[in-house]
């Protein structure tokens, strides 16, 4: 009952995970990231801890195929578990254990890769993969949330949606954008609508932690303490 995507942004070499699902808080769950070494989804009978687990790999120099070869190795109860990982190279590997339940499907593209299960099509991750490859100019949370929207355009889940998160990582060791959308009606439309209150200030955020003798006020925006 979760469909997701793993993406990078060949221009800015950022990296990032977006993620739906019809219970509460996917975000704290699911999608994991670190600058300069990859993202990772993990869902159905969710682990949290092998999303971690896979960017260690990473960091230490495995590839995403690797590495997604070593976690799936190195996991009990693997035959409950769908993963999909995408590391700095671009490089993707996605899994999906025997007891995950259908609709299931995979999907991998250029810098991108995409799972969901218990939905209504298998062919939905292909359609997320499509929309993410569709504009590679665009800021990479874009491409994630139209990857997003068209999941569930191509059928969704069998029940509402009631949880969206967005996460993006670039240089630093914090997020560049960290989005969540909780017990909502709506979660995908209100994971856009905070992106786009979110994008006019995501680099006066980052100023202000690296560098805080230059941060500037964006547009309408007072210095304050965050």
């Known amino acids: 009952m979760t469909f997701s995507l793993v993406g990078r942004c060949a221009r800015t070499g950022m990296l990032g995970a977006v993620v739906t699902t019809s ?41 995403a195929p690797e590495a997604m070869q070593a976690v799936v190795a190195a996991t009990p109860h693997r035959h409950w578990r769908q993963l999909a990982l995408i590391d700095a190279a671009g490089r993707t590997a996605v899994y999906s254990g025997a007891n995950v339940r259908a609709e299931r499907g995979e999907a991998q593209g250029r810098d991108c890769a995409s799972i969901a299960n218990i939905v209504r099509s298998a062919t939905l991750p292909q359609a997320m993969v499509s929309a993410f490859e569709a504009q590679p100019d665009q800021p990479l949370a874009r491409r994630l949330l139209d990857a997003l929207a068209a999941g569930e355009d191509a059928g969704g889940e069998f029940q509402p949606v009631t949880s969206a998160a967005l996460l993006v990582v670039d240089r630093e060791s914090f997020p560049y954008v960290d989005l969540r959308a909780d017990d909502h009606a709506r979660p995908i439309a209100e994971l856009a609508r905070l992106w786009e209150k979110y994008e006019p200030e995501a680099h006066a955020y980052v100023i202000r932690a690296v560098d805080p003798e230059a941060a500037v006020p964006p547009p309408g925006m007072k210095l304050g303490k965050s």
């Open 23 to 63: 219970s509460i808080s996917v975000g704290s769950r699911c999608s994991h990231a670190r600058a300069g070494v990859g993202a990772a989804l993990t869902q159905h009978r969710t682990d949290p801890r092998l999303g971690p687990l896979a960017l260690d790999l990473l960091a230490h120099g495995f590839s």
